[in-house]
């Protein structure tokens, strides 16, 4: 399967609910109550209100100035004003190719599949011929060390781990330091999952950040916050939160295939200005899709496009 295949089958549950009544929808006349439909079909698919209002006034513009729509696609439009939301910055280990190591630094709250995903991540990049190295800095749970270890066995890469309840930050400092010996081309750091409410635990994260970073001397590498999908707007306050204790550089949004708020994507990206990375839409090694806005759009809006995905 392609990107777009796999989008579009993640965002399945989305596009029964949200693409294919914007099919029904878009053959009615316009009227305000056309316009209210659609708002609230925006909005029931966790695309946001200040979004859905935006793409609403957008949409009334743009069919005034084409002639009520007649003279254009009006769910074109929406598709492109949808991906033009999106930053498209593009991440370190595209922007400089050459650098060893690329370390990525994985966090987010409990139970959102931050292991899981910092396994897949290693596997991408060994199909990428990358060399990997992770670490379990997720020192709270033996489970959280074990499990990155059996991903380690699987994919045959190394795993920095430490003896339950050890210090993260030292994880994270003997990963990085094993990725520059060994010159290793990505080091994947994987953290304890945390409530943004703990301040101690955020606080603990930001000590492994510095560490990272004085590590790296200053240059550049990502710090990607792991987002459950099936949240909803639940994770904006995650996001706000995690953006107060470090510099978050990007997202994953995880379990896309499993909500029917696949809209989520745009909420987010709009308000924080971040680029998604990557989204989960499956359980599988392989279900961890490099994100495409232009695609994404497509799969949300388009359920005729389904025979092709």
């Known amino acids: 399967m392609n990107i777009l295949q796999r989008l579009g089958a993640g965002l399945k549950k989305t596009r029964e609910k949200l693409g294919n009544n914007l099919a029904q929808l878009f053959g009615k006349e316009r009227s305000p109550q056309f316009y209210e439909e659609l708002e609230d079909l925006l909005i029931l698919s966790d695309v946001g209100p200040e979004q859905a209002t935006l793409l609403i006034r957008d949409l009334k513009d743009w069919e005034k100035n084409s002639g009520n729509g007649t003279k254009g696609d009006p769910l074109l439009f929406l598709e492109e004003r949808i991906a033009s939301f999106f930053p498209l910055n593009p991440p370190v280990w595209v922007e400089q190719p050459d650098w060893k190591p690329v370390v990525i630094l994985m966090v987010g709250v409990n139970g959102v599949g931050k ?23 997720d020192t709270f749970r033996a489970a959280a060390v074990q499990q990155l270890r059996l991903w380690g066995e699987k994919l045959e890469i190394p795993v920095v781990h430490q003896k339950e309840g050890a210090d993260p930050a030292a994880v994270a400092f003997d990963t990085v330091k094993a990725a520059l010996a060994r010159k290793v081309d990505v080091a994947i750091i994987d953290t304890a999952g945390r409530l943004q409410t703990k301040h101690n635990l955020m606080a603990e994260l930001g000590k492994i950040h510095g560490l990272v970073k004085r590590e790296m001397e200053d240059r550049p590498f990502e710090t990607l916050i792991v987002l459950d999908s099936t949240l909803g707007q639940n994770t904006v306050s995650q996001m706000e939160h995690f953006r107060k204790a470090i510099p978050v550089s990007g997202m994953i949004l995880t379990k896309l295939d499993g909500t029917s708020k696949g809209g989520i994507v745009v909420s987010l990206a709009r308000k924080f200005h971040l680029p998604v990375r990557f989204v989960g839409v499956g359980e599988g090694k392989d279900d961890l899709v490099e994100f495409d806005p232009v695609l994404y759009a497509r799969a949300l809006l388009r359920p005729e496009d389904s025979s092709r995905f």
């Open 115 to 137: 292991t899981t995903t910092t396994g897949k991540l290693a596997h991408r990049f060994q199909q990428d011929g990358k060399s990997v190295i992770l670490g379990a800095a």
